[in-house]
């Protein structure tokens, strides 16, 4: 008999809305998991047991008044679903440790406004997931909880800096989560665990009511097993508020994200590149295999593909370099814990100290200059297919071994050399767990959309999708 872990994002949310699921015998359910193996991967910070109970008893509260009332369609639309939140995030009363030592016991004070919409839509919101100290590597291992780990091989690395939220969904603690992404952190994480992630459209998510939005790297969007459930996700995460430096064109009326993972996508122009756009960094064999698969795949779904040329100059991630080590100074750590931090940590922010203001305006010069030179190479396609990273899943420690930062640094980069390149554009990019090497472990592929065409990968993603299934592909840990 199937457990309520086995059910999508949306077969809960209906049977809840149904009343064939209480929310509170969901809740519990994932509660009972997340003690029972959340240590074990790595994938919370903290739990809200007693929040998260009295969440899930509100929300049937109002899914029996609203049926009492017979106005079951004013039941808000994730009524009863557990959503869990990543730690570089505020949701009001929980702890905000953002991953670093300094911060262990810090405790938001207020929401991010997609959390309150998360608390509108009736969301249960289980805890913290795990993410590494200011989200600021592309795995997930820090001092305030034990190291996140794929639910494929325990000995190896959920990704980052979302990689609590992936080894929980991929372990069926959670139906569906919040990530965030400045480089890869959604997608990353999402190509090692198994999971359909979104980086959604610059400006899609708003950042308020206190993150800045600085030059747009950032975006907040969804992980989830079924490209259904991350679509359901999105369309309550994707909001925007008075102040926000940058909005996503809108859907059209009455459409939304989900409503697109029902539709045809049509015969799309796919661009296709494999060549890393970073100096030293290399496919692995599995990877390339994975993305000439796709190739194939798409073809045979009737898309016209086109391989190119990486239409981004390997400079661009120079620049990149610092205007992320910038990032890790906004931070604020006193002198006297500065020590607590990570050799990676300091290492960045001694780095972002050496250079100017000038220079650093600079950099973010260069970088919207290789956007317009990249964007404009690539207006004629609909999508662009990549690997989504070089490299299967590499081992717990994989990228801090030697104990050299600058090391660390280009390990990650030849890790991640696909995906931070649409952080800079700004555009829409999802990971798709199509396959799966020799050794059982998932190999992602990215596609890439126009800027605001969430839809159309949407559709895309949902077609390839029902090409070659992937949910039934669960990890050893799932039935345990």
Known sequence: MPQIHDLTAVEQVDQIRRRELSPVEVTDHYLARIERHGERIGAFVSVAQE????????AERRIRADADAGA??????????????????????????WGAEPYRDQVARIDEEYVAELRAAGAVIPGK??????????YTENAVAPPARTPW???????????????????????VAQGSDGGGSIRIPASVCGLYGIKPTRGRVTAAPVRPDLIGLAATGPLARTVADAAMLLDVLAVNRPGDYYTAPPLDP?????????????????????????????????????????????????HEVEEIEAPFDPAMLDRFE??????????????????????????LRERAGRHSIAEYLD???????????????????????????????????????????????????????????????????????LHVNEAGLPIGVQLAGRMGGEPTLIALSAQLEAARPWADRKPPIWDE
């Open 51 to 58: 929040t998260a109970r009295e969440q899930a008893r509100n």
């Open 322 to 347: 610092l205007v992320w080590a910038a990032m890790a100074t906004r931070y604020p750590v006193a002198p006297a814990d500065e020590p607590r931090l990570r050799p990676i940590t300091r290492w």
């Open 129 to 138: 997931t795990n993410t590494p100290e200011f989200g600021l590597t592309c």
């Open 72 to 97: 079951p369609s004013a039941t808000p639309p994730l009524s009863g679903l557990c959503v869990p939140v990543k730690d570089l995030d505020m949701v009001a009363g929980e702890r905000w440790t």
């Open 363 to 433: 950099a973010t010069s260069a970088l919207q200059q290789a956007v317009r030179a990249a964007l404009a190479a690539l207006q004629r396609f609909d999508a662009v297919l990549t690997p989504t990273v070089a490299l299967p899943p590499v081992p717990v420690g994989h990228f801090d071994a030697d104990g050299d930062p600058e090391a660390e640094f280009r390990r990650m980069a030849e890790f991640t050399p696909y995906t931070t390149v649409f952080n800079i554009t700004g555009q829409p990019a999802v990971s798709l767990p």
């Open 254 to 302: 009455d459409s939304t994200f989900l409503e697109h993972a029902t539709r045809d996508p049509g015969r799309l122009r796919i661009a296709a590149f494999s060549a890393p756009p970073v100096r030293g960094a290399e496919a692995h064999p599995d990877v390339l295999a994975a993305y000439r698969s796709t190739l194939a795949l798409l073809g045979d779904l009737g």
């Open 153 to 175: 091989d325990l000995a190896l690395s959920a990704g980052g800096s979302s990689g609590g939220a992936a080894a929980a969904v991929a372990a069926g603690l959670a139906p």
